[in-house]
């Protein structure tokens, strides 16, 4: 058999097992660009609704399983947070450790609760989101008064927004 009937020949060739062309191109000054930590535990998310829709909204997204997120709702000027399924909480108690604060509103109620959580968030340098929940509508009193106080704002947002929101922030 000439080599080149070798080449052809149907029998199964065997391949050396090693490292992958990948792992054998990567130099010692490569490899030091390597990140070879784990990505961070969970953020410390608060999610926070300013009226009774933007409550239903994050009920729902409550009963999902999340790391270190925690729901809210306010009624009154904002000092007091009502966590969703527990009790009253201060607000400078719920900013505690906190990373990121996610802002829902579907109406604009609540304006100075607003202004408060989303002071308190910037003099702690907390990430904060607002979620206009007012489908095709591009306009409202809750963009009026969340824009000031998120960092990202998504408008006009949608329900599941809330959760692909938290997912992506790995509360």
Request: aromatic share 4%.
């Amino acid at each position: 058999m000439s080599d080149h009937d070798h080449e052809h020949s149907s029998a199964p060739r065997s391949v050396p097992a090693g490292p992958s062309s990948c792992a054998r191109a990567a130099t010692t000054k490569e490899a030091a660009f390597r990140i070879d930590y784990p990505l961070s535990a969970a953020r410390n998310t608060r999610v926070v609704a300013f009226d009774h829709e933007a409550e239903c909204i994050i009920r729902s997204a409550a009963l999902l399983d999340w790391g270190q997120a925690r729901f809210f709702s306010v009624s009154g000027p904002g000092g007091v947070l009502s966590e969703i399924g527990a009790s009253d909480v201060s607000l400078g108690e719920v900013m505690t450790d906190t990373n990121t604060v996610i802002m829902v509103s579907t109406s604009g109620e609540n304006g100075a609760a607003v202004a408060a959580v989303g002071s308190l968030a910037r003099e702690r340098g907390i990430m904060t989101a607002g979620l206009v929940v007012t489908p095709g509508a591009l306009t409202s009193d809750a963009l009026f008064h969340l824009r000031p106080h998120a960092r990202i704002l998504l408008v006009p947002a949608e329900e599941d927004d809330l959760i692909e929101l938290l997912r992506a922030t790995r509360a």
